[in-house]
């Protein structure tokens, strides 16, 4: 048994909702739990393979698939891409990627939902590194490459995702060698990764929902009875948090020479992120 592909980022670039598509698809098993993360935080990783494996529920004759964002959190995980290798060398990997800075926005979004977050934007997302260098994609992404081959990575863009989502899906279909008629395209359903609308009861939601047992139990309890609780329960972000144009053309400046080293990677132009920014790298 051997995993066959993963998603492996980035953070907050709709990775959740081309999980969720994937794991739909009738050649393809996927993992029971959302972002194992086994590669990145296991230690002795080798020695505990079976109890990753445990984590999917097998239909001979389909692909086995995960995902985890943090499999490229790079350099805060620097072993991740040989482990990776180690554990299968023919494993195909796919990245989709957002506009670098609504990535940090999105992020920080996020974090202040759950908490983790407190600081003013000119503050938190230059102290902390992680909101940069999580957007530097051609940092992220390159180990990867340079490991496994560009033919075993298939970058997509979170933009062209949401426009055409059919189209995407076929790009991956092909890349994984399965049929791309498989896949359920539901229209009520946005690609979008936001962090606007979420819920502060989020983690606790979390649990429930991946919990088994919980889930039964749930299930039970009449639709509307549900929508009352989360109601009178969650408190909503409704609108996005206050970035300043200014600190998003810091970040902007931060992060432009990564662009153009992705456009290298790529082979093409990324017009659709420069459109809101001046372009000082060239």
Wanted: one cysteine or more; charged letters at 25%; glycine letters at 6%.
């Amino acid at each position: 048994m051997v995993v066959n592909f993963m998603i492996i980022g980035a953070q907050k670039c709709g990775t959740t909702d081309l999980a969720d598509r994937l794991s739909r698809h009738r050649e393809i098993s996927f993992c029971s739990v959302k972002e194992p993360g086994f590669f990145h935080k296991t230690p002795r990783w080798e020695d505990r393979i079976a109890t990753y494996h445990a984590l999917f529920p097998h239909t001979p004759g389909t692909l086995l698939g995960e995902g985890s964002t943090m499999y490229s959190a790079f350099p805060e995980y620097r072993d991740t891409p040989h482990r990776l290798h180690r554990y299968n060398p023919e494993l195909k990997l796919i990245y989709i990627m957002r506009q670098p800075v609504d990535r940090i926005v999105s992020h920080y979004a996020h974090r202040l939902g759950h908490k983790r977050a407190c600081l003013a934007p000119e503050q938190e997302l230059f102290q902390d590194p992680t909101y940069v260098n999580r957007s530097r994609y051609a940092l992220q992404v390159r180990p990867f490459l340079e490991l496994f081959g560009a033919e075993q990575v298939l970058l997509l863009l979170f933009e062209e995702y949401i426009a055409d989502p059919d189209t995407t899906m076929e790009r991956v279909a092909r890349f994984l060698g399965v049929s791309p008629e498989g896949f359920s395209f539901e229209t009520e359903r946005s690609p979008a990764n936001p962090s606007v609308g979420q819920t502060r009861w989020g983690p606790v939601m979390r649990k429930i929902t991946r919990n088994r047992h919980l889930r039964k139990i749930g299930a039970a309890v009449p639709l509307a009875a549900r929508d009352r609780l989360r109601r009178a329960v969650g408190v909503t972000l409704r609108e996005k948090p206050a970035v300043s144009e200014e600190v998003k053309h810091d970040l902007w400046r931060l992060l432009e020479d990564d662009v153009a080293a992705l456009e290298g990677l790529m082979g093409r132009e990324l017009a659709i992120w420069r459109k809101n920014y001046p372009d000082t790298s060239r």
